[in-house]
């Protein structure tokens, strides 16, 4: 079977998954429409009393990378950084990663930019991008979204996450890529 056949088969799956469920709903006696407007609707309600805390998480990430309050924390940390032999960018690339997706994108192009995708620092970069996620920003977001204004132990955790992720990122780079 060729890639074409595959895509040709593929290209009808959407639509049949669609038409499956309408056709469940029907012999449900669900007014299908009725209750995927009343969602929307919810999803709508959803989205817009989120915007307060994306645009709180947006404005603290801003000030945070803007201050150097992150080069600062890279050049406190930097001491780990030579025990695991891991470069000052990458350190500061998983602490923005933490912050800020498109951040750690763009951070990532620039390191790709300079080094390369295939070097040390342009793998690590990748693996990292893989291997962790906006802890503020899910934070905002998810806990935002259900109303919970006490995070408790959610941000230490998700920031040891990130410090995790990082370090097994040097380490599985190391292994497998030198």
Do not use: C, N
């Not at 890639?3 to 998954?17: H, Q, R, Y």
């Not at 309408?22 to 012999?27: A, E, P, S, T, V």
């Not at 132990?153 to 990122?169: C, E, K, N, Q, R």
């Amino acid at each position: 079977m060729t890639a074409e056949m595959l895509g040709e088969s593929f290209s009808w799956f959407i639509p049949g998954l669609i038409f499956i469920v309408f056709f469940h709903g029907h012999i449900k006696k669900v007014r299908v429409f009725e209750v995927f407007v009343e969602g929307a609707q919810e999803g709508f309600l959803m989205a817009v009393k989120l915007i307060p805390y994306l645009i709180g998480i947006y404005v603290a990430v801003g000030i945070f990378r803007e201050s150097g309050a992150v080069g600062i924390l890279v050049k406190i940390l930097s001491p780990i950084l030579k025990v695991i032999k891991a470069p000052s960018d990458a350190l500061f690339l998983s602490i923005v990663r933490s912050l800020s997706g498109p951040a750690a994108l763009s951070m990532t192009m620039e390191i790709f930019d300079m080094h390369g995708p295939d070097s040390f620092i342009g793998r690590l970069a990748s693996t990292m991008l893989g291997s962790s996620d906006t802890t503020f920003y899910v934070i905002a977001v998810y806990f935002g979204s259900v109303g919970i204004r006490k995070t408790r132990y959610a941000i230490p955790i998700g920031i040891l996450a990130d410090f995790t992720s990082f370090v097994a990122s040097v380490y599985i780079v190391r292994k497998v890529f030198l």
